[in-house]
């Protein structure tokens, strides 16, 4: 708000002491500029308030996404899930994260729950132009984009296409009005992050540091042979399914494949998880015809969810919650083999 650069490091960590922040991991502004943009209006509040603000657009968003899509269901059991998705979501992992250190995972569950619900009304340019936005977080950013690509390109539609390159290209004209160099300073902030944070995180990037023992040549060409495989393996899945998914359905396998092939993610990165959650829900009472199969569900990932919340508290890396990612993974690619599951019919309502 006042005309300061986060790039600029005198600048960036004058600000943690004006506001009493004691740790300071980074020495300049570790995000895309056009972050700092997006967070400008919470400048106008004192540092309490704009945290409160967040937690409760954050809650809001999530409530929202819930209701939205539970309300895709055609019958009325699933919708009657409302109130027992969003109580378990207060102890799933990722949002109580969320809600205690004020991330902005929120952000890319509305980016993605806005993208669906344009796809299912044909605005495939405007949804696009949304899904770009999940670059301001790069790392997850670029993985959800390469997999959306082979599902756009699978369905012809060059209009999704050219809707992500617009935003992108726009995204990158607001940082260079705002600092011509942001790129070149953004690219270095980057790779001090991952310089300081190898083999903590919960993908596969850091079961390839693990099993090398954390010598570079080998887990760099370990974990990028193992993410490449699983990128390989959901975009094979969407380009052959791509005539009987949904968007919905094409963004539970995205959002988990994305995540645990990304080189870096926290648990708190893995909120937009909230979509196929639901959608493993309201899939689980529909088939069974019971509500206990979705409750031992929710109970099931919250515990597990928990305890990897709780290891990366006890030993400052979050390996565990990779697990989180396999169970949700696990429970969509389960559902759609079902005999009783048919990917795109009696399913929620078709893009």
């Known amino acids: 708000m006042e005309g300061e650069n986060p790039y600029n490091e005198s600048q960036y960590l004058a600000g943690h002491e004006t506001y009493g922040i004691k740790w300071q991991p980074n020495r300049i502004f570790p995000y895309p500029l056009p972050l700092a943009v997006f967070c400008v209006p919470?400048?106008?509040?004192?540092?309490?308030?704009a945290y409160i603000t967040w937690q409760v657009i954050t809650l809001l968003i999530v409530a929202g996404t819930i209701y939205i899509l539970l309300d895709h269901w055609p019958d009325s059991p699933p919708r009657r899930l409302l109130f027992p998705i969003f109580a378990a979501m207060f102890f799933f992992g990722p949002l109580y994260l969320t809600l205690h250190t004020g991330s902005i995972g929120a952000l890319a569950l509305l980016v993605v729950i806005g993208a669906i619900l344009l796809f299912e009304k044909d605005k495939s340019l405007l949804a696009g132009l949304l899904l770009s936005l999940t670059m301001l977080k790069p790392p997850q950013g670029l993985t959800i984009l390469l997999l959306s690509g082979i599902w756009f390109l699978a369905r012809r539609d060059w209009k999704a296409i050219s809707g992500v390159a617009i935003g992108g290209i726009v995204l990158v004209l607001i940082g260079i009005i705002l600092d011509p160099l942001w790129v070149i300073k953004f690219r270095g902030a980057s790779e001090a992050v991952m310089d300081r944070t190898l083999g903590i995180h919960s993908n596969v990037w850091s079961i390839a540091h693990l099993t090398c023992g954390g010598a570079l040549p080998c887990s760099m060409i370990l974990g990028g042979v193992l993410g490449m495989i699983l990128l390989g393996l959901g975009g094979y899945f969407l380009w052959h399914n791509h005539s009987k998914l949904t968007a919905w359905e094409s963004f539970n396998i995205i959002l988990p494949v994305s995540f645990v092939s990304t080189i870096y993610l926290w648990s708190y990165d893995q909120l937009p998880y909230i979509i196929p959650i639901v959608w493993i829900s309201g899939t689980l009472v529909k088939n069974t015809k019971s509500y206990l199969y979705t409750i031992?569900?929710?109970?099931?990932?919250?515990?597990?969810?928990?305890?990897?919340?709780n290891k990366q508290a006890d030993t400052s890396k979050d390996l565990w919650s990779f697990g989180t990612?396999?169970?949700?993974?696990?429970?969509?690619?389960?559902?759609?083999?079902?005999?009783?599951a048919v990917v795109g019919q009696d399913t929620p309502a078709s893009a």
């Open 42 to 49: 919470f400048g106008l509040l004192s540092l309490p308030a």
């Open 296 to 309: 031992v569900f929710l109970i099931s990932l919250d515990i597990f969810s928990f305890f990897a919340l």
């Open 325 to 340: 990612s396999i169970l949700v993974l696990g429970m969509v690619l389960w559902l759609y083999t079902r005999p009783t």
